[in-house]
């Protein structure tokens, strides 16, 4: 048996050695198979494979297609060689015995080809702006904390790369999934610490809008659930949800708070 971690970064250097540094600590003899790392960079400068020359030169470094998060993530798939793909984001830290409880619970399932761990975040939410993809319970299958199995992955042609905007196409990759009915495992002992990072820019959030109506055509079932009606009163329910959150946080944010109730305006217009 073959892992293949596959780590996507856009430059974020610092975040990225942290997550290498976290997993080069874990004991790879305790682990029965063989594990390489792959570095999928959409950088437009090579200054993230100096820094892994020098300090990880074992880890293969790849230039990314600059596509998006779903065509880089793809990438790397691409240029790996394991039986089974496990995808971690830059900004996340594997706990310790991270690979050894990857390796245990395939070993003590051996029908299962999907795995979802549990992601944490490194301390209480202080800001409105602040995001990260928590997973405490399951059913969300984020990206940042994903294994599934190579012919598993390339069955279902890998991550939507027409979604550019990061999130929908972990959505659309869950759907999918679900539509094949695949089975997914929870393994809440996979752990990764994900901290808490700075929202997306305002510009980024519009651009979403585009990719919600591919979304909706890639899987015409969430059509009712995102039509105009419903999604003006969850946008107004969303105000009142919102606002307690700034107050929560003394309006730290509060700029972010402004752009959220403007993307849902933009998005009734679109629509």
């Given at each position: 048996m073959f892992l293949s971690v596959i780590i996507p970064t856009a430059g974020n250097t610092d975040a990225l050695l942290r997550c290498l540094n976290a997993l080069h600590r874990q004991g790879n003899g305790d682990i029965p198979f063989s594990v390489e790392m792959i570095v999928t960079d959409d950088a437009l400068q090579d200054h993230t494979k100096t820094s892994l020359e020098k300090r990880f030169p074992a880890v293969k470094w790849v230039r990314g297609p600059h596509c998006g998060p779903a065509a880089n993530r793809n990438n790397g798939s691409i240029h790996s060689?394991?039986?089974?793909?496990?995808?971690?984001?830059?900004?996340?830290?594997?706990?310790?015995?991270?690979?050894?409880?990857?390796?245990?619970?395939?070993?003590?399932?051996?029908?299962?080809?999907?795995?979802?761990?549990?992601?944490y975040t490194d301390r209480e939410k202080r800001r409105y702006d602040e995001e990260a993809p928590v997973n405490l319970h399951g059913n969300n299958l984020w990206s940042g904390n994903l294994i599934i199995k190579r012919?598993?992955?390339?069955?279902?042609?890998?991550?939507?790369?027409?979604?550019?905007?990061?999130?929908?196409?972990d959505i659309d990759f869950h759907l999918t999934l679900r539509n094949?009915?695949?089975?997914?495992y929870f393994a809440p002992e996979i752990k990764v610490c994900h901290p808490w990072t700075?929202?997306?820019?305002?510009?980024?959030?519009?651009?979403?809008?585009?990719?919600?109506?591919?979304?909706?055509?890639?899987?015409?079932?969430?059509?009712?659930?995102?039509?105009?009606?419903?999604?003006?009163?969850?946008?107004?329910?969303?105000i009142r949800e919102r606002t307690a959150v700034l107050l929560r946080f003394r309006f730290k944010g509060f700029r972010v708070y402004l752009e959220d109730n403007l993307v849902h305006i933009y998005y009734l217009i679109k629509r």
């Amino acid at each position: 048996m073959f892992l293949s971690v596959i780590i996507p970064t856009a430059g974020n250097t610092d975040a990225l050695l942290r997550c290498l540094n976290a997993l080069h600590r874990q004991g790879n003899g305790d682990i029965p198979f063989s594990v390489e790392m792959i570095v999928t960079d959409d950088a437009l400068q090579d200054h993230t494979k100096t820094s892994l020359e020098k300090r990880f030169p074992a880890v293969k470094w790849v230039r990314g297609p600059h596509c998006g998060p779903a065509a880089n993530r793809n990438n790397g798939s691409i240029h790996s060689n394991g039986d089974w793909l496990a995808f971690v984001d830059d900004h996340c830290i594997p706990d310790p015995d991270y690979l050894a409880n990857i390796a245990k619970v395939i070993c003590e399932h051996p029908s299962i080809q999907l795995i979802e761990g549990y992601t944490y975040t490194d301390r209480e939410k202080r800001r409105y702006d602040e995001e990260a993809p928590v997973n405490l319970h399951g059913n969300n299958l984020w990206s940042g904390n994903l294994i599934i199995k190579r012919s598993l992955f390339l069955g279902i042609q890998g991550f939507c790369e027409e979604l550019s905007i990061p999130a929908l196409e972990d959505i659309d990759f869950h759907l999918t999934l679900r539509n094949h009915y695949i089975p997914l495992y929870f393994a809440p002992e996979i752990k990764v610490c994900h901290p808490w990072t700075k929202r997306r820019s305002l510009l980024s959030r519009l651009r979403s809008v585009d990719s919600v109506r591919i979304l909706c055509q890639r899987h015409p079932s969430l059509k009712k659930e995102l039509d105009q009606r419903r999604h003006l009163l969850k946008f107004i329910e969303g105000i009142r949800e919102r606002t307690a959150v700034l107050l929560r946080f003394r309006f730290k944010g509060f700029r972010v708070y402004l752009e959220d109730n403007l993307v849902h305006i933009y998005y009734l217009i679109k629509r």
